[in-house]
T-cell receptor, first 110, second 115 residues
Framework: QSALTQPPSASGSLGQSVTISCTGT?????????VSWYQQHPGKAPKLIIY???RRPSGVPDRFSGSKSGNTASLTVSGLQAEDEADYYC???????????FGTGTRVTV | QVQLVQSGAGVKKPGASVKLSCEAS????????IHWVRQAPGQRLEWMGW????????KYSQTFQDRLTFTRDTSASTAYMELSNLRSEDTAVYYC?????????WGQGALITVS
């Protein structure tokens, strides 16, 4: 099971936007509308910020948005704030074989 | 409120086994799968497998196929993860998470050091 591919790093200034990609295959990302994104600060458990490609859990600011095109999903963080500096991981919650895999992770620097 | 509380962290010797627990509260334990995820120091999240607490069905990542066992005690709303034949590369923080569309709830993590 190969990891989903994310860029290792991304950066933006305060108030700017940053977009992170997550590339899989037609068996996972491309085949289902069940992509999730997690934010992880150092020493903390991951936190769900996007599920089902575009949905936000309650309490997550609308600065976070998700999209998908073909086998690639994307997370956009608009109006970057200092607290958005963290690692971000994608995963596909549905796939053809019941096995899950995380993305390679992207460190966002503000 | 939904909570997953983990226990069993510690230091283990190479070749030993470790059994972690994940006690669920605030929801019906058998209604949601439990996933296990680990993160070695400085590394990415790694999915290990999932357990269906209702029927005990499991699915393991091929990485751990023959060393990993998930069990549960429905009377205690607790899921367990046992990893055998520990190696130094198994040093990591281990998390449990409640499965659904998006894993909304996570345990606090349990650090296992193999040394």
């Amino acid at each position: 099971q190969s990891a989903l591919t994310q860029p290792p790093s991304a950066s933006g200034s305060l108030g700017q936007s940053v977009t992170i990609s997550c590339t899989g295959t037609s068996s996972d990302v491309g085949g289902y509308n069940y992509v999730s994104w997690y934010q992880q600060h150092p020493g903390k458990a991951p936190k769900l910020i996007i599920y089902e490609v575009t949905r936000r859990p309650s309490g997550v600011p609308d600065r976070f948005s998700g999209s998908k095109s073909g086998n690639t999903a994307s997370l956009t963080v608009s109006g970057l704030q200092a607290e958005d500096e963290a690692d971000y991981y994608c995963t596909s919650d549905a796939n053809t074989n019941g096995l899950y895999v995380f993305g390679t992770g992207t460190r966002v620097t503000v | 409120q939904v909570q997953l509380v983990q226990s069993g962290a510690g230091v283990k010797k190479p070749g030993a086994s470790v059994k972690l627990s994940c006690e669920a509260s605030g929801y019906i334990f058998t209604n949601y799968a439990i996933h296990w995820v680990r993160q070695a120091p400085g590394q990415r999240l790694e999915w290990m497998g999932w357990l269906n607490p209702d029927n005990g069905k499991t699915k393991y990542s091929q990485t751990f196929q023959d060393r990993l066992t998930f069990t549960r005690d429905t009377s205690a709303s607790t899921a367990y993860m046992e990893l055998s034949n520990l190696r130094s590369e198994d040093t990591a923080v281990y998390y449990c998470a409640r499965g659904s569309s998006g894993w909304h709830y996570w345990g606090q993590g349990a650090l296992i050091t193999v040394s």
